[in-house]
Nanobody, 125 residues
Framework: QTQLVESGGGVVQAGGSLLLSCVAS????????MGWFRQPPGKEREFVAG????????DYADSVKGRFTISRENAKNTLYLQMNSLQPEDTAVYYC??????????????????WGQGTQVTVSS
């Protein structure tokens, strides 16, 4: 059973940056595609970014392109999300997720089998 634990959330002013981390345990990390999703207050969970087994392949939601960067260190079983130029609309609970197809960059929740508990990101104006 693969477990995912996110960290790095917090409160930041608009224009600031945060680095989210997600540490995986209980499985072979390099055998998973990985993704970040977020759920803003009162809204549905949405795709943010995804990567295949190698960080060379990645995809982003249009709303975060050019501001967020997803990466992974397979040797450390860790997924990252570098978030720059944060805006109030980025306020959400951020979740990492693991996709059992390592070569796929999943953009749908149903592509992912394992989920973390989430970390809160709040951007103040």
């Amino acid at each position: 059973q693969t477990q995912l634990v996110e960290s790095g959330g917090g409160v930041v002013q608009a224009g600031g940056s945060l680095l989210l981390s997600c540490v995986a345990s209980g499985g072979t990390f390099s055998r998973y595609g990985m993704g970040w999703f977020r759920q803003p207050p009162g809204k549905e969970r949405e795709f943010v970014a995804g990567t295949a087994w190698s960080s060379d392949s990645a995809d982003y939601a249009d709303s975060v392109k050019g501001r967020f960067t997803i990466s992974r260190e397979n040797a450390k079983n860790t997924l990252y999300l570098q978030m720059n130029s944060l805006q109030p609309e980025d306020t959400a609970v951020y979740y990492c997720a693991a996709d059992p197809w390592p070569v796929r960059i999943g953009v749908f929740e149903t592509d992912y089998e394992y989920w973390g508990q989430g970390t809160q990101v709040t951007v103040s104006s």
